[in-house]
């Protein structure tokens, strides 16, 4: 027996006990005649006591030999520490040791392996074994098990049955590019890492299951950013003989259970926006709404007054940030530079401060007038020591340029919470968008999404208008799940492909087997999928997912730990038929 107990269970009801510890040395303090050494495990850290007039010479000896990371295990007896730390569950208490085993030691740690670690993050993550044995890591860890602990209670009592899908599919186009693999037994043929489970979990409904889900890894070969990874996980569902309000019922209560389980959080309104709605407010599908700053069109106020900027534009548009009258010129140019980076893209930022004592001062005096200023207060709902920011340009891409600026501006004000939960469902997606490099529609979503019925005769004349019976789960500007209801019949499911611009070829070639198996009785159903990593972050107060990942890549989608992905030798790539151009 290595322990009899961890190192964070121990404390005075345990005085004069003989206890085993094992664990690491995270700091010693040698004063010659006494050597005191925190010992940490994964539950906690004990103090341990060598003591010249109570410990032997070679006890003293061994204690000074110690080095941090050490892997140790000591018997001894629980004493009262006479300076207590009340910071530690452990504090009270230290052990008087009798007996020290050396049971691995350690290089010198290339980094300190404290709360606050003198390590940057590509050191830190070549030597990840080492950071998970930080707090901060590690309890990411553990909460990330805890919230995965709760999904699988409540999606199995809602009467959903866990079950696997295969990682060697088919390669399907589904939006990003695929990560495909080599077939030894099937000479010039390649398997392809899921994207998601999507058709696996379609055929399961066809084949009777009813609710299914799965927390499962999907991989998609996209560019990479603090919140996006190579390999991700998904809370992947479906259900037979439902439709989209079922699915938001059970899957708002889903996300109350775990806002209350793992945060303490009642969340009751789960309110409902459109996609054009969204849009329109807040310039993204996924809007952050615990703080105001909603988009006001301003083309009735700002258009035709003899300012061209504004005159040729399609779209005028603004924001009233509250308290900000009170920039200075200085801090107004900051913001101005900020919309102007290659990151956002914009040509500027015109701005009107609303002061304090009523009086309006802006960039535009010239061509407008108080009152035409007070139209603009009037339509974003600006107060006395607000500022209102405009922008101008075309209305997709305008729109995007003042989200960004107002997610920017709601960091800055300190209006975004992580404690604070505001979850939207945002409904009623177009089923097309328009490629221009392409010239023809793809699938917003996936090939498989149902059109609204009330819209099905659109697909005719007017594709671009058609809306999917899709719906996303956003919570504090984040997206943290979508679905939809499914097609689950083989003539719409036909009709579909012909407008993505398959042909009837193509179409057998890549979806065959979903098609005949729709032939078979395949009941109506419909899902939705979880970024399982974006949902434990944001629940842990963040929203970059890395470090609630036990082992990341980094932006390169590189594991700079075991140096992947890496170059195959000669033989392996002859064995797989492979042969490279470089």
């Avoid at 995965?148 to 866990?162: C, H, K, P, T, W």
């Avoid at 930022?349 to 139209?375: A, T």
């Avoid at 790539?573 to 042969?579: M, Q």
């Amino acid at each position: 027996m290595y322990r009899s107990h961890t190192c964070g269970e121990i404390n005075l009801t345990n005085k004069d006990q003989e206890v085993q510890l094992s664990g690491w040395v995270q700091k010693i303090r040698n004063k010659g005649f006494m050597v005191w050494v925190d010992l940490r495990d994964r539950y906690g850290i004990t103090q341990l006591i060598f003591d010249e007039e109570r410990s032997s010479k070679e006890l003293m000896e061994k204690a000074g030999k110690l080095g941090r990371e050490f892997v140790i295990q000591v018997t001894g007896e629980v004493i009262e520490r006479e300076s207590k730390n009340p910071n530690i569950p452990t504090g009270e208490i230290e052990i008087l040791v009798s007996q020290l085993n050396i049971l691995n030691t350690s290089l010198t740690p290339p980094f300190t392996i404290e709360e606050e670690t003198d390590g940057g993050e590509d050191l830190r993550m070549k030597y990840r074994y080492l950071d998970i044995r930080r707090n901060p890591v590690k309890n990411k860890l553990v909460f990330r098990h805890k919230v995965g602990m709760q999904v699988r209670n409540y999606l199995s009592q809602a009467g959903f049955i866990e079950v696997e899908t295969p990682y060697l599919i088919k390669s399907t186009p589904e939006g990003a590019r695929d990560f495909v693999v080599p077939s030894r037994m099937n000479e010039g043929q390649f398997y392809a890492l899921p994207q998601s489970p999507q058709t696996f979990k379609q055929l399961l409904m066809v084949g009777g299951m009813d609710k299914y889900f799965q927390i499962v890894k999907c991989f998609r070969d996209e560019d990479l950013r603090a919140d996006r990874q190579p390999e991700f996980t998904q809370i992947d569902c479906e259900m037979a003989f439902v439709e989209q309000e079922d699915i938001l019922n059970i899957f708002e209560g889903l996300t109350r259970h775990l806002l209350k389980e793992i945060k303490g959080v009642d969340i009751i309104d789960f309110p409902r926006m459109t996609y054009a709605e969204a849009m329109a407010k807040y310039g993204n599908d996924k809007p952050d709404i615990r703080f105001g700053m909603e988009f006001a069109n301003l083309n009735e106020q700002a258009k035709n007054k003899g300012f061209n900027v504004f005159d040729q534009q399609e779209l005028v548009v603004g924001i009233a940030v509250p308290g900000a009258a009170s920039y200075t010129r200085k801090e107004i140019d900051k913001l101005i530079d900020w919309v102007k980076r290659p990151q956002v893209g914009a040509n500027g930022l015109v701005w009107v401060k609303y002061n304090e004592d009523g009086s309006l001062k802006s960039s535009v005096d010239k061509f407008y007038s108080s009152e035409d200023l007070l139209g603009w207060a009037k339509e974003t709902g600006a107060k006395a020591g607000d500022l209102i920011l405009v922008m101008a340009g075309d209305t997709n891409k305008t729109r995007t340029q003042l989200s960004t600026l107002r997610m920017h501006l709601g960091n800055e004000l300190g209006l975004r919470n992580s404690e604070e939960f505001a979850p939207l469902w945002v409904l009623d997606f177009p089923l097309l968008e328009w490629d221009e490099e392409t010239q023809r529609y793809h699938a917003m979503h996936h090939p498989f999404t149902s059109p609204k019925k009330e819209d099905i005769a659109l697909l005719e004349t007017n594709p671009g208008e058609v809306r999917a019976n899709a719906y996303d789960l956003v919570l504090n500007g984040n997206e943290i799940g979508g679905g939809s209801i499914r097609i689950h019949d083989k003539k719409t499911q036909s009709k579909m492909f012909d407008y993505l611009g398959f042909t009837e070829e193509e179409a057998k070639e890549q979806f065959g087997f979903l098609m005949d198996a729709f032939q078979y009785g395949a009941p109506p159903h419909g899902g939705i999928a979880f970024g399982f990593d974006r949902l434990v972050a944001i629940l842990g107060g963040q929203e970059t997912i890395r470090d609630f990942i036990a082992f990341p890549k980094n932006n390169a989608g590189r594991d700079v730990m075991i140096d992947a992905p890496a170059k195959l030798d000669e033989d392996q790539l002859k064995e797989l038929h492979l042969k490279l151009r470089i």
